[in-house]
C-alpha cells in the first residue's frame, strides 16, 4: 500500500512528458525556417504563408471529407472564412515596411508565449478541466499560465524596443495587448479542438511530428493574427501594436 502512490505519481510522468521531444525537435527545424523567411519578408515571407494557407486547406479538406453528405461549396466556403483571414493578416501585417517585421514577431512570440505557458501549466498544476466537452485535456489552470506566460512575453518585448522611461503607460498596454491575444489564441485552440472532436480525429493530419497538422500548431495565430491586422489598421500604418 505504501507504494502505491509512489506508483501513481511515477505512471502519469511519463505519459505527460514523452511527447515533448518530438515537439521540440519539430520546432528546432521548423523555427529557423520560419524565422528566417520573417527577416527576409516579400515574396519569401509571402511564399511560406501561402504554402501553409495550401496546407491548411488541404487538412480542412480532408477533415470535411470524413462528411461526404457535406455540399462542396458551403464546405470550402466555410473553410475560407476560418482560415483565409489568418493567412491574409499574417501577409498584410509583414507587409509594413516600418514596423512589419517587429509586429508579426510580436503575435508570433505572444502565441507560442501561450501555447507553452497554458501547457507546461496545465501539466505541472492540473485542476478543473476549462471545456471538458470540447478538449478534455485543457484546464484553467493552464489559460492562466498561457495568458501569464503572453503578457509577460509582451511586456519583455516592449522593454527590448525601450519604450521609454513612463513604463507604466506602454508596458501596460503591452501587457493588455498580450493578454488579449493570448486569449483569442486560446479560443482558436478550442474552436480547432470542436472541430476536431465534431470531425471524430485526434489530429488535423501528421504533418508536424509531436503536433500533428498545421491546424493543430497555427489554431491560435488564425484567430489572433486577423485581431492584430485590425488593431495595426486602427493605429495606422508604421505603428507597432505594444505602443
Same mark, same amino acid.
Given at each position: 500500500?505504501?507504494?502505491?502512490? @509512489?506508483?501513481?505519481? @511515477?505512471?502519469?510522468?511519463? #505519459?505527460?512528458?514523452?511527447?515533448?521531444?518530438?515537439? +521540440?525537435?519539430?520546432?528546432?527545424?521548423?523555427? =529557423?525556417?520560419?524565422?528566417?523567411?520573417?527577416?527576409?519578408?516579400?515574396?519569401?515571407?509571402?511564399?511560406?504563408?501561402?504554402?501553409?494557407?495550401?496546407?491548411?486547406?488541404?487538412?480542412?479538406?480532408?477533415?470535411?471529407?470524413?462528411?461526404?453528405?457535406?455540399?462542396?461549396?458551403?464546405?470550402?466556403?466555410?473553410? @475560407? +472564412?476560418?482560415?483565409?483571414?489568418?493567412?491574409?493578416?499574417?501577409?498584410?501585417?509583414?507587409? *509594413?515596411?516600418?514596423?512589419?517585421? @517587429?509586429?508579426?514577431?510580436?503575435?508570433?512570440?505572444?502565441?507560442?508565449?501561450?501555447?507553452?505557458?497554458?501547457?507546461?501549466?496545465?501539466?505541472?498544476?492540473?485542476? =478543473?478541466?476549462?471545456?471538458?466537452?470540447?478538449?478534455?485535456?485543457? #484546464?484553467?489552470?493552464?489559460?492562466?499560465?498561457?495568458?501569464?506566460?503572453?503578457?509577460?512575453?509582451?511586456?519583455?518585448?516592449?522593454?527590448?524596443?525601450?519604450?521609454?522611461?513612463?513604463?507604466?503607460? =506602454?508596458?501596460?498596454? !503591452?501587457?493588455?495587448? !498580450?493578454?488579449?491575444?493570448?486569449?483569442?489564441?486560446?479560443?482558436?485552440?478550442?474552436?480547432?479542438?470542436?472541430?476536431?472532436?465534431?470531425?471524430?480525429?485526434?489530429?488535423?493530419?501528421?504533418?508536424?511530428?509531436?503536433?500533428?497538422?498545421?491546424?493543430?500548431?497555427? *489554431?491560435? +495565430?488564425?484567430?489572433?493574427?486577423?485581431?492584430?491586422?485590425?488593431? !495595426?489598421?486602427?493605429?495606422?500604418?508604421?505603428?507597432?501594436?505594444?505602443?
Amino acid at each position: 500500500m505504501a507504494r502505491a502512490p @509512489a506508483e501513481r505519481a @511515477a505512471a502519469p510522468a511519463g #505519459t505527460r512528458w514523452g511527447d515533448l521531444r518530438p515537439r +521540440v525537435l519539430s520546432a528546432l527545424v521548423l523555427l =529557423p525556417l520560419a524565422l528566417g523567411c520573417l527577416w527576409l519578408g516579400g515574396g519569401a515571407w509571402a511564399g511560406l504563408v501561402g504554402a501553409g494557407g495550401v496546407g491548411l486547406g488541404w487538412e480542412w479538406w480532408s477533415l470535411c471529407r470524413r462528411r461526404p453528405g457535406r455540399v462542396p461549396a458551403l464546405t470550402l466556403g466555410l473553410g @475560407a +472564412v476560418y482560415l483565409a483571414p489568418g493567412v491574409a493578416a499574417l501577409i498584410w501585417l509583414r507587409s *509594413d515596411p516600418a514596423v512589419g517585421l @517587429a509586429n508579426v514577431l510580436f503575435v508570433l512570440l505572444v502565441v507560442w508565449a501561450s501555447d507553452i505557458g497554458a501547457y507546461l501549466a496545465g501539466r505541472w498544476l492540473g485542476g =478543473p478541466k476549462l471545456a471538458p466537452s470540447v478538449s478534455p485535456g485543457k #484546464t484553467w489552470s493552464g489559460a492562466a499560465g498561457g495568458t501569464v506566460c503572453a503578457a509577460a512575453v509582451g511586456v519583455a518585448y516592449a522593454l527590448a524596443w525601450r519604450v521609454g522611461p513612463a513604463w507604466y503607460g =506602454p508596458i501596460g498596454y !503591452a501587457m493588455a495587448v !498580450a493578454a488579449a491575444l493570448s486569449v483569442l489564441s486560446q479560443g482558436g485552440d478550442l474552436f480547432e479542438s470542436g472541430l476536431k472532436r465534431h470531425f471524430g480525429v485526434k489530429d488535423s493530419s501528421h504533418l508536424i511530428p509531436g503536433h500533428g497538422g498545421l491546424m493543430d500548431r497555427l *489554431d491560435g +495565430v488564425l484567430i489572433a493574427a486577423p485581431a492584430a491586422a485590425l488593431l !495595426a489598421l486602427l493605429l495606422g500604418r508604421g505603428m507597432a501594436l505594444w505602443q
